[in-house]
């Protein structure tokens, strides 16, 4: 066991990497010790809200709004964020940030042990050689360190424990993985992979690959399909950190956490040239206390830790802790979001009455511009979501009808809807920027990122395709009423916000190297969204994820080999 | 996804953004008098008592009690009532209270008698019409919306997600989540 304060590792973050990380190294031998800046969440008891119905709900669903505009204006614009799932965001008034008054940014976080891991979306999709070798091919920013088959095994590795319902299509730009059976689809999403294979056949709809179980896997139950689920799951049927991860790092023994624990900075030791520890602030009695390992894992969320090194900044890395180089807090990304269609499907089997079972997932649509020929006005591509549904009591509030007409209609459910929408790879700008803001710092005194990101002329000649694209393949669809949404993308919102710390194999143009190590100081680790070189189209996670599992077994070598 | 439940963020837009035309206002922001913070507690007293009646009117008329209970029952009046005092902007509910008394001035104008005092055919009679106004409005997205289109709003969250709505329609909730359905956990069923 760890002795006093010392650990062989520190873990700082317990979201979905932080928790992959607690795992890998305790289960490689090492005492490891995990700082979670929020409060303890327990799996099961804490879910307080799951399998609950709208009028057990002070606000029926609706939240508190006097106490969100204070209190979470930001976070409530989050994608699962909702009266039942609030507790799970962090507080926008305890935790601000600025940026330029022309580029807003808006920045999502999970302050607590988890993390984000209990509010994703699950979706798990493999990178490919074609993202791997964008950069190179295109001439932009600096090349990835790896390829595809340095991560394949990692993905697989992944994916066996995480458990990954999806199906094998074999298609070169999103590689297959060790899939469970895919989620059941109802009949719109049937027609719909049905007609735009027919209409598009390099557009292949398949069912989301999902980290949601169909099956029993490592004892977790297969999901119940009981809703939403970032209320949490008390079965384990979704893949978290506590579901499954920091379990299997407790089981080791290995494994010490602390919750309520703000990482301030990290401290370097120059004349060994190595991360020797970290100072923590409590977050409610605010002491000070220092812990120190042989090495070290920031996975705080990509600009978490982007900040934590800013803020680490001291007499021998006057600019940040690892950052000779100079990269640190640039080419920040996220994905394009906000462009979609929905509309009326007719003509599809309707039975009465509320239907009992909900999809935790959707269907998805392969990138299929500048796959194989390059031929657009732009470079990169885009995947696609899209989905069937019928609409319940709600749309009555917007349709003709009153009294008894209305309330027997409203018994039912409405027609099919679709809804489709596409995700943008971002390129990665050296201007697109996060800052340390000197002069405003958080409840703990601790100075808060300044963000300057903003799209460029690509990401809206992509806008303007994935809007043409949401168009004509729901018309394939044979959608009636059709509405076209073109939201204000502002960069965040996707929460699939990455960069700052690239990798790269120039110490001279890139924070990390392929293992996620720092170039200057080699027993500090990123594991996150940082070390995003570029951000590829598909949800980001199960990536993180993987390189996170490869960067631990590389440290633990290391490690043993006396070279860190 | 099977239903729009399952987005959040397109239910809470649809609940909200409708209700204030898209516009958030930031609130006065009283914490004085710490009531008990919950919808349809009836901790509130917004309305004077002939505005109850006719609130009560309006809801009775837009979901009434037929083979399933109706919104008074589910006690939609309360709900409104405390919506505007607890989750409102002053703005919105001086809007709410000056529309409903402007609705009692048209309908005594019109017909020459108060909506409560009508008959429920005539009742729906004069709100036919308002109905339509409303629906166009929101087509339109007229901000801010008509006095008729905001408490038929209200009075259908107020009823479906209530305990007694709930029941009406065979659903609580998330799907799946009506506790003594036969198998609605282990059973999904999608048309």
Redesign the interface.
Known sequence: MANGNVYDAIVIGSGITGGWAAKELCERGLTTLVLEKGPPVVHGESYTTE??????F?????????RV??DQ?IQ???????E??AHFYANDRLNPYTHDPDKPFTWIRGHQLGGKSLLWYRQCYRWSDLDFTANLTDGIAVDWPIRYADIAPWYDYVEKFIGVSGRAEGLPQLPDGQFLPPL?T??AEDHMMKVLSERFPDRRATPGRTAVLTQTHHGRSPC?????C?RGCSVGAYFSSLSSTLPAAQATGRLSVRTNSIVHSIIYDPTRNRACGVRVVDAVTRRSTEYSAKVLFVCASALESVRLLLNSADSHFKDGLANSSGILGTHIMDHQWGIGASGELSGL???D??????????LIIPRFRNVTTRNQTFTRGYQMEC????????R?????????D???R??N?GPW?A?FDANGECLPYADNTMRLNKSVVDAWGIPVPHFAVTYRENEAKMRADMAASCAEMIEAAGAKNVTLTTETAIPGISIHEMGGARMGRDPHTSVLNAYNQAHDVPNLFLADGACMTSSGNQNPSLTYMALTARACAHAVEQLRDGRI | MSDPESNPRRRMLERSALMVGGLLVAPAFVTAKEKQRRLGANASNVFTSPQKELVRSLCDTILPETDTAGALTAHVDDFISDTLELWCTPLERRAFLTGLDAFAQNCKSALDKGFTGLSAADRLAFLEPLDRDAVEARKKRVDPLPFFATIKELTLIGYYTSEVGCNAIGYAGPIGTLPGRDGPLNTPVWI
């Not at chain 1, 399998?51 to 057990?56: A, C, L």
């Not at chain 1, 009455?353 to 959707?362: D, K, M, N």
Request: glycine share 16%.
């Open positions: 399998h609950k119905p709208d009028y057990w002070a606000f029926r669903g609706m939240g508190d709004r006097q505009m204070i204006p409530s614009t989050g994608g699962s964020y909702n039942a799932s059941p109802n009949v119940h399909m009981c809703g939403p970032e089997p309707l039975a009455g509320y239907p009992s079972g909900f999809r935790p997932s959707v989905s069937g549904s019928r609409v319940g009591w709600q009555g509030i917007a349709e003709l009808g009153l009294g008894a209305l309330k027997n409203l018994k459910l809807q809804q």
